[in-house]
């Protein structure tokens, strides 16, 4: 997968491109990642990409033609036989990114994201340039740098090959539609607090069955709009149905403490 980045702060990538995730798919030629600076495609003395907002109104708008024309660069050497190149914007107006947005995303062999900025942007890059616009959260920050990474980091660990097959993607909270089930490692008894007898036992199908019950409770208390979503069994709808769900609360939803 290639994934190109179009900002104008190439240098807040720098570090985080260069570590964890993102350096594992990388050493492993499984991902490549380009960062290009809009102000490069300007052509005035001072390298402006905003201006003012047509029919008046406080701040600045990123300019089309710098935008454009980075975007023309990058995607010039798109085979034309090949698939649509999503491009991305960051925007709070836009879908929220979720995992399956995510999966859906991490099919393609590139995709390019744009890094929203200022007061926002001249909307024919939205209408004209942009397949997608995407939000990371009902929340505002300062430009779409970080989004940028976020939307990156979910589409890599997708990738077949990035991460071993010991952390496999497909056990994730939300990659079925629940969440995570509670986890313990060494020593099985800490300041007194036990794991589990359970996970203790060797038997797997028993450890399994107590894993997806975890599973459904943690969504039932915490997340009742994703439990919606999601395909139970007769016998877990049976289950859920029969929940006293503040008394669920308690026993795991540990924020409560
Ligand atoms: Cl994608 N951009 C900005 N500026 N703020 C956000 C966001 C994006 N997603 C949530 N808040």
New binding site residues.
């Given amino acids: 997968m290639r994934i190109d980045i179009l900002t104008l702060f190439p240098q807040f990538f720098h570090t985080p491109l260069q570590n964890a995730i993102f350096r594992r798919a990388k050493d492993k030629d499984l991902v490549s990642f380009n960062v290009y600076n809009i102000r490069d495609y300007t052509h005035d003395r001072h390298h402006v990409v905003d201006d003012y907002t047509f029919g008046g109104g406080a701040g600045m708008l990123l300019k089309p033609e710098p935008v454009f024309e980075a975007l023309e660069d990058v995607l010039k050497d798109r085979l034309e036989d090949e698939l649509p190149i999503p491009v991305i914007l960051?925007?709070?107006q836009?879908q929220t990114f979720s995992q399956p947005l995510a999966y859906q995303l991490a099919q393609h062999k590139r995709i390019a994201i744009l890094c929203?900025h200022y007061e926002g942007i001249d909307d024919r890059i939205r209408e004209h340039l942009v397949t997608h616009e995407?939000?990371?959260?009902d929340?505002?920050?300062?430009?779409?740098e970080l989004?940028a990474l976020v939307i990156a980091d979910a589409l890599v660990r997708l990738v077949p090959g990035v991460l071993g097959s010991e952390d496999s993607p497909v056990t994730d909270s939300h990659s079925d539609g629940l969440l995570e089930y509670p986890q313990f490692t060494r020593p099985a008894d800490f300041r007194g607090w036990k794991v589990p007898e359970i996970l203790l036992s060797g038997n797997h199908a028993k450890i399994a069955a107590w894993r997806r019950e975890q599973s459904i409770l943690k969504t039932a208390s915490r997340r009742p709009d994703l439990l919606a979503k999601t395909s139970l069994t007769a016998e877990e709808k049976k289950f859920v149905s029969g929940l006293a769900l503040p008394q669920a609360d308690a026993d795991v939803n540990e924020q409560s403490k």
């Fill in positions: 960051t925007t709070p836009g929203g995407i939000s990371i959260g929340y505002v920050l300062s430009g779409g989004p």
